[in-house]
């Protein structure tokens, strides 16, 4: 692994549309330098037998049956709209026939 410079902080901030004071570039370079490290570490291990995952803890979705009951607020809603058609709120055409 190459060793990260000053030049390289600077090019990462700009991608990232950071303005970074120069005093701040030698800190940088050096909590970058050891991310990489970190990294480096990791690509080491062996992975062959792990099968990929998208997360460590396995999700299950809870979901519930659908039961259809009554409004008891309909015709209060319906008052609400500023137009309606019987029993539907009218709104404005969006498509072209």
């Known amino acids: 692994m190459s060793k990260i410079t000053a030049k390289d902080v600077r090019k ?3 991608l990232a549309r950071l303005d970074l004071p120069d005093d701040q570039i030698a800190t ?3 909590q ?3 991310i990489l490290a ?5 690509e080491e291990i062996d992975t062959t037998n792990v099968k990929p995952t998208t997360r460590a803890v396995e999700v299950v979705n809870v979901t519930r049956t659908d039961e259809v009951s009554a409004t008891p607020v309909r015709e209060e ?3 609400l709209a500023p137009q309606r058609e019987g029993d539907f709120f ?3 055409k969006i498509l072209a026939e």
Request: no cysteine; proline share 5%.
């Open 77 to 79: 809603l319906l008052n």
């Open 32 to 34: 970058l330098e050891k």
């Open 28 to 30: 940088y370079t050096e």
């Open 90 to 92: 009218r709104v404005p």
């Open 38 to 42: 970190y990294v480096a570490q990791l």
């Open 12 to 14: 990462v901030a700009q």
